[in-house]
């Protein structure tokens, strides 16, 4: 991590943000679901719509077709040009 600090301006004052550990990874993947745009880029295309679908969170991956789930994926997005993006 950056040992640059992180502001927050509120009420016109600068406030600054620390980090803070997640209780659980549940509570973080619930947020990266919920808003997606914190992801670095937000797409693929690189055309400022940064806009993803959450397909899925915790997608499980076989290592053959009809096998058994082997791998997860944490979320599963399609940006705006249908492009996969894996949060693994």
Same mark, same amino acid.
């Given at each position: 991590?950056?040992?640059?600090? *992180?502001?927050? *301006?509120?009420?016109?004052?600068?406030?600054?943000?620390?980090? %803070?550990? /997640?209780?659980?990874?549940?509570?973080?993947?619930? =947020? =990266? $679901?919920?808003?997606?745009?914190?992801? $670095?880029? !937000?797409? %693929?295309? !690189?055309?400022?719509?940064?806009? +993803?679908?959450?397909?899925?969170?915790?997608?499980?991956?076989? %290592?053959? /077709? !009809?096998?058994? $789930?082997?791998?997860? +994926?944490?979320? =599963?997005? +399609?940006? $705006?040009?249908? *492009?996969?993006? *894996?949060? !693994?």
């Amino acid at each position: 991590m950056s040992d640059q600090p *992180i502001y927050f *301006i509120r009420s016109g004052e600068g406030v600054v943000l620390h980090p %803070t550990p /997640y209780k659980t990874e549940d509570v973080f993947q619930e =947020l =990266l $679901a919920r808003y997606p745009e914190v992801l $670095a880029g !937000g797409n %693929t295309a !690189g055309d400022g719509n940064s806009q +993803l679908l959450l397909v899925q969170r915790e997608m499980k991956i076989p %290592t053959e /077709y !009809g096998g058994s $789930a082997v791998f997860s +994926l944490d979320h =599963l997005f +399609l940006d $705006a040009q249908a *492009i996969p993006v *894996i949060v !693994g």
